[in-house]
T-cell receptor, first 114, second 111 residues
Framework: DTEVTQTPKHLVMGMTNKKSLKCEQHMGHRAMYWYKQKAKKPPELMFVYSYEKLSINESVPSRFSPECPNSSLLNLHLHALQPEDSALYLC?????????????FGSGTRLTVV | KQEVTQIPAALSVPEGENLVLNCSFTDSAIYNLQWFRQDPGKGLTSLLLIQSSQREQTSGRLNASLDKSSGRSTLYIAASQPGDSATYLCAAHFGNEKLTFGTGTRLTIIP
């Protein structure tokens, strides 16, 4: 298995809703990442997990809450989002954070906040 | 500050032509550089990864080079096809747990 799987592919949520994005990989990678991408822009790093511990939070608002329950799974919990949070959310993984073998990205979750 | 730049932002070429996409970076202490392809609304597909000790990598019609001293990488696409139309992103790893992305080149192959 050489893939990063993200679910759901599309999500529409209201500003008062609570939802979660899920990311899974079975490549034995010990580093996992959340990125946010707006239209026609490159991905922006949100969070880095290394060996299931949060190592980088790029000053992301607390309405985004990451969780890494085990080495294969990464969640992003969403609460009280704003319309400007609408974007493509990408998950990625690598063997370690020194990324000798490069990153593998998932296909993303298209999030729309209404 | 570590920055990655891609010029031009958009490129259109007729089908069958060979083409080169450019990527520049400001820090020669680069660990590796990865080229990705992104179709509209989709995730990133890794094309080639070049380690700092390598000068080039090849996969099919694609060839990527890395010149640390000049801070440049190029992605060469041979015999372009309409299916090659996508946005191409280069991303550099400088050893600080994160990728630094270029702004991308949107490539259109004209049939």
């Amino acid at each position: 298995d050489t893939e990063v799987t993200q679910t759901p592919k599309h999500l529409v949520m209201g500003m008062t809703n609570k939802k979660s994005l899920k990311c899974e990989q079975h490549m034995g990678h010990r580093a996992m990442y959340w990125y946010k991408q707006k239209a026609k822009k490159p991905p922006e790093l949100m969070f880095v997990y290394s060996y299931e511990k949060l190592s980088i939070n790029e000053s992301v608002p607390s309405r985004f809450s990451p969780e890494c329950p085990n080495s294969s799974l990464l969640n992003l919990h969403l609460h009280a989002l704003q319309p400007e949070d609408s974007a493509l959310y990408l998950c990625a993984s690598s063997h370690r954070t020194d990324v000798v073998d490069g990153y593998t990205f998932g296909s993303g979750t298209r999030l729309t906040v209404v | 500050k570590q920055e990655v730049t891609q010029i031009p932002a958009a490129l259109s070429v007729p089908e069958g032509e060979n083409l080169v996409l450019n990527c520049s970076f400001t820090d020669s202490a680069i660990y590796n550089l990865q080229w990705f392809r992104q179709d509209p609304g989709k995730g990133l597909t890794s094309l080639l990864l070049i380690q700092s000790s390598q000068r080039e990598q090849t996969s099919g019609r694609l060839n990527a080079s890395l010149d640390k001293s000049s801070g440049r990488s190029t992605l060469y696409i041979a015999a372009s096809q309409p299916g090659d139309s996508a946005t191409y992103l280069c991303a550099a790893h400088f050893g600080n747990e994160k990728l630094t992305f270029g702004t991308g080149t949107r490539l259109t192959i004209i049939p």
